[in-house]
Nanobody, 122 residues
Framework: QVQLVESGGGLVQTGGSLRLSCAASGRTFSNYAMGWFRQAPKKEREFVAAINSNWNIYYVDSVKGRFAISRDNAKNTVYLQMNSLKPEDTATYYC????????????????WGQGTQVTVSS
């Protein structure tokens, strides 16, 4: 069982930055692929970024060059650095984990955090 707790969301102006953190419980964090997803009101939850145990990294096209995912296995934590934020980045951001390769599909992740709200004002 893995428990995930996100933090770092907030209100920021267009062009600003935020760093989200996701702290995971469990002793085998390094074996898990970790993903960030987001869900805006009345929209489906969508893939944002993912990183696997070998540090292979994937992004949705809309955040490439602006967001950076990383992980610190010693701290059981995955991060999402978000720069040059836009109003369309406004959403609840969720951390997810799966004990396998990364996936773009939310259906393939076994564990989820409670989410953290990111609001970008124009």
């Amino acid at each position: 069982q893995v428990q995930l707790v996100e933090s770092g969301g907030g209100l920021v102006q267009t062009g600003g930055s935020l760093r989200l953190s996701c702290a995971a419980s469990g002793r085998t964090f390094s074996n898990y692929a970790m993903g960030w997803f987001r869900q805006a009101p009345k929209k489906e939850r969508e893939f944002v970024a993912a990183i696997n145990s070998n540090w292979n990294i994937y992004y949705v096209d809309s955040v490439k060059g602006r967001f950076a995912i990383s992980r610190d296995n010693a701290k059981n934590t995955v991060y999402l650095q978000m720069n040059s934020l836009k109003p369309e980045d406004t959403a609840t951001y969720y951390c997810a984990a799966r004990q396998s390769a990364v996936s773009w599909s939310r259906l393939n992740y076994d564990y989820w955090g409670q989410g953290t709200q990111v609001t970008v004002s124009s």
